[in-house]
């Protein structure tokens, strides 16, 4: 059994902003490996940190020279200003146990049969701004739960697409791609209406 890089939603009112993208890993300093750049294979570079679990596999597991299936929190502040946090690295042959049926596949392949393929990402929060001459939505995340919030758990991402202005706050789930340096909305779901205080 292959593990998805993107778990299955456990709550229908999870936030979550988490994607895999296909690419280099170049640290701007070898010796300070945790910042850097990925770049795919069409020469887009993004600006990236490696949070400190991944930190530990690139270390011990990762040939800088090579890509890899990165899995990564995106952030940005405008629609064309994307960068990553690296939570992890997908391999299924040298970093999980595989079994034998599958070895002959390629990753992509594998991805596909989870239902995912490169610049995936999947978008979970509430919709606060509609811009509709622009085409961008603005989607709040939480990043930890209620009881502990400060408001430095909560970030914003900026997405190009068109959702009604009528859904304004109201928890969404989106699917979205990455293009170039802009996350584009390929589908949502509207959760449930959040209650405001």
């Given at each position: ?6 778990q ?36 887009i ?87 509709t001459?622009?085409?961008e ?16 758990s ?5 997405i ?38």
């Open positions: 059994m292959i593990k998805n890089p993107i299955e939603v456990t709550n229908k009112l999870q936030y979550r902003a988490i994607g895999i993208v296909k690419g280099i890993y170049k640290p701007i300093n070898i010796d300070q490996l945790n910042r850097g750049t990925i770049s795919d294979k069409e020469g570079i993004i600006e990236t940190v490696i949070l400190g679990k991944a930190l530990a596999l690139i270390k011990k597991y990762i040939n800088l020279e090579r890509d890899y299936f990165w899995i990564v929190y995106p952030r940005n502040k405008n629609i064309n200003n994307l960068h990553f946090q690296v939570a992890g690295i997908w391999d299924p042959y040298q970093l999980n146990q595989v079994d034998k049926n599958n070895s002959e596949k390629d990753t992509n392949e594998l991805l596909e049969e989870l239902n995912l393929n490169n610049n995936y990402f999947s978008i979970r929060g509430i919709l606060v701004y509609v811009n001459q622009k085409k939505i603005v989607i709040k995340i939480c990043s930890s739960p209620p009881s502990k919030r400060s408001k430095y909560n970030f914003k991402i900026i190009e697409g068109e959702i009604s202005l009528q859904y304004l706050n109201n928890f969404v789930s989106l699917n979205v791609i990455r293009d170039g340096n802009t996350l584009r909305m390929v589908k949502y779901e509207i959760i449930e209406k959040i209650k405001t205080k």
